[in-house]
């Protein structure tokens, strides 16, 4: 019992210890409440200067707040409510930064209803109203009046989020032109008119990855009219006004 009691420490140096711990508790806690490392600059980078910029002004309220008060989950909220902002990382560099990279949304879709238009992201979700859609290329998906179009959500037409998150995929011989969305349907209007019909949203990277090399061997994209059925896979089936086929 000697020997233990050699090795257990001293009074002195348990009282130094909780000193130290004390002080090291009591100057976080000083500056979480002090201005000693508040917010001074918040540093954005990733995607357009558009989308840096609402970053910087939903983060307005962070400044004057101490580094170490920053909170995860507050960010996330106002970050990822800007609607071309997919997701984002961020950094405290000590003193006075607040440090911020943003993931943007990627446009791959117009959905038209009416004489409206709206730019919508890989996810499904709607960026924005497009004024001038006659100026962009991208596919087009038509919708109903009575379908709610809400700027920052997905778009609430059937497999429309599929659809998008299709196009993201690659492109395909001839280019995209339209996007038909049902319930078990789903159909990519090539640009001279082939239709390639994907069936239910299952699988799509499969699906199009079949349709991407029969188009590319057969040249039947640059045929116009006719259809490739991926819906199944291994039975695919192309059908076109012209020698082409099989």
């Given at each position: ?8 420490p ?9 000193a130290?711990?004390?002080?090291a508790v ?12 508040a ?8 995607g ?16 004057g707040?101490?580094l170490?008060?920053v909170?995860e989950?507050?960010?996330?909220q106002?970050?990822?409510a ?5 997701s ?5 560099s ?9 993931r943007?949304?990627?446009a791959v879709?117009?959905?038209r209803q ?8 890989a ?5 924005r ?7 962009s ?17 997905r778009?609430?037409?059937?497999a429309a ?20 969305a ?16 994907l ?14 090399k029969?188009?590319?061997?057969t ?6 009219g006719?259809y490739?059925d991926v819906?199944?896979p ?12 099989g």
């Amino acid at each position: 019992m000697p020997e233990l009691s050699r090795l257990a420490p001293s009074a002195r140096s348990l009282l130094v210890g909780f000193a130290l711990l004390a002080l090291a508790v009591g100057g976080y806690a000083v500056a979480r409440e002090t201005s000693l490392f508040a917010v001074e600059k918040v540093e954005v980078a990733g995607g357009t200067p558009q989308v840096r910029a609402a970053v910087r002004a939903a983060l307005a309220g962070e400044a004057g707040k101490s580094l170490l008060r920053v909170d995860e989950a507050e960010l996330a909220q106002r970050i990822t409510a800007i609607p071309t902002v997919r997701s984002f990382t961020y950094d405290r560099s000590f003193p006075h930064t607040l440090r911020i990279v943003v993931r943007p949304e990627r446009a791959v879709l117009i959905v038209r209803q009416g004489a409206n238009a709206f730019l919508v992201a890989a996810t499904g979700r709607v960026m924005r109203p497009l004024k001038n859609p006659r100026l962009s290329s991208l596919p087009r998906l038509y919708v109903k009046k009575d379908v709610a179009i809400q700027v920052g959500e997905r778009v609430p037409a059937v497999a429309a989020p599929a659809a998008a998150a299709a196009l993201h995929g690659g492109s395909l011989p001839g280019g995209v032109r339209f996007v038909r969305a049902g319930k078990r349907e789903l159909t990519l209007v090539l640009g001279g008119g082939l239709q390639l019909r994907l069936g239910d949203p299952g699988d799509l990277r499969l699906k199009l990855a079949i349709a991407r090399k029969i188009l590319t061997q057969t040249g039947a994209a640059r045929v116009g009219g006719g259809y490739l059925d991926v819906s199944v896979p291994e039975r695919s089936v192309l059908a076109v006004n012209s020698q082409v086929g099989g």
